[in-house]
């Protein structure tokens, strides 16, 4: 069973699938923002374009085409994402200050991210259609700098969002937004099918929330 979820076909199937539900959904918050002009909606989109970006791009990798500005663009698209739908998260909390520190972090973290992935010499790490192999230890690092604090910045805006409203559409966006951020950490398991699993949760999730 497990030759079924990791073999080329359902890879395809799946990260096409992911994509084609994305697209509309970035597309749907784009309209928001442009509509209300929100941070929120503005940050959660860019967030949101970047993860299609980031399932394209698995799409590519799928059908075994792969070099290293691909995957470099990759890996950047996810550590971004995360920090981008943190940052739409925080600015919910209609905290200046708050906000203000995390967007200082997060231009800190850009330049960190942004150097080692410009020096760094990444070799071919698909596994099975997906990225699985073992990354330079400069590419870890900067990009678990940039989205391990995103993600518990993530968790607790969700908590405090839901304690505060009780909004149930905001809460499945926030669950959304969490799933979708921290898919990637499923890569180390030797079960590739958990990462669209979690993709697939976490656009249903979103969809949810903003439907």
Request: proline share 2%; no cysteine.
């Amino acid at each position: 069973m497990s030759g079924i979820f990791s073999s080329e076909l359902f890879i395809e199937f799946s990260t096409i699938l992911i994509f084609l539900l994305t697209v509309p959904l970035a597309s749907l918050m784009t309209y928001k923002f442009l509509k209300k002009k929100g941070k929120s909606q503005l940050y959660w989109s860019i967030g949101l374009w970047l993860f299609a970006i980031g399932v394209l791009l698995e799409v590519i990798f799928s059908f075994n085409i792969y070099n290293a500005f691909l995957i470099k663009t990759y890996l950047a698209a996810v550590a971004f994402l995360v920090s981008f739908l943190a940052l739409g998260s925080t600015a919910l909390l209609k905290n200046k200050k708050v906000f203000n520190y995390y967007g200082i972090f997060f231009i800190l973290s850009a330049v960190f991210v942004a150097y080692s992935m410009i020096t760094a010499n990444i070799g071919n790490v698909l596994t099975n259609y997906v990225v699985f192999g073992v990354l330079p230890l400069l590419v870890v690092i900067s990009s678990s700098v940039m989205t391990f604090p995103a993600a518990g910045m993530l968790i607790a805006v969700a908590v405090l969002s839901y304690r505060k409203t009780s909004n149930k559409k905001m809460l499945s966006i926030i669950a959304g937004v969490v799933i979708v951020s921290i898919a990637g950490s499923l890569y180390i398991a030797h079960f590739p099918a958990f990462l669209y699993y979690s993709e697939f949760i976490g656009i249903l999730l979103l969809w949810l929330g903003f439907i």
